[in-house]
């Protein structure tokens, strides 16, 4: 299966508590990293993420630098914070949600499922205006847009 939803946690049991809980609630196609530089490789190899679940501190790379490289490098993948720090600091992130260390796992899967809807719907939006794109370029011959 495909690849959908990234777990980037350092903590490893934690990580995998995670992960157990997706797949209860019926979700596969779960790939893990430890780091941000980690998921950052695995995120530009793979392509099909659809939902990142993101922990903040963590070694090699954190979430925040993940998260400023993934946008720059226009992974749009809707990112569920996970954290121990205090959430009210990060309110300015661009994320989907936040929550709190240790996890209400019913709120936790509900946002994960809501998350994986619009990440899925996204990809779709943007398949359909690469086409359109290079369908405008054939057309009119003429070079089109390349930021999507």
Known sequence: MTPEIMIVEDDCNYRRMIR?????????GIVESWNGKDALEKLRSLGSIKVIVLDIMMPIMDGLEFLRHARNEEYYAPVIVVTSIDTSKLESLDVFEMFD??????????SVS????????RTSVIAGLRRLSS????????????QM
């Open 101 to 110: 260390k240790p996890l209400n796992w019913e709120n936790f899967i509900r």
């Open 20 to 28: 157990k809980h997706l797949e209860k609630a019926g979700y596969c």
């Open 135 to 146: 369908q405008i370029e054939k057309t009119l011959n003429v070079p089109a847009v390349r």
């Open 114 to 121: 809501s998350a994986l809807s619009l990440g899925r719907n």
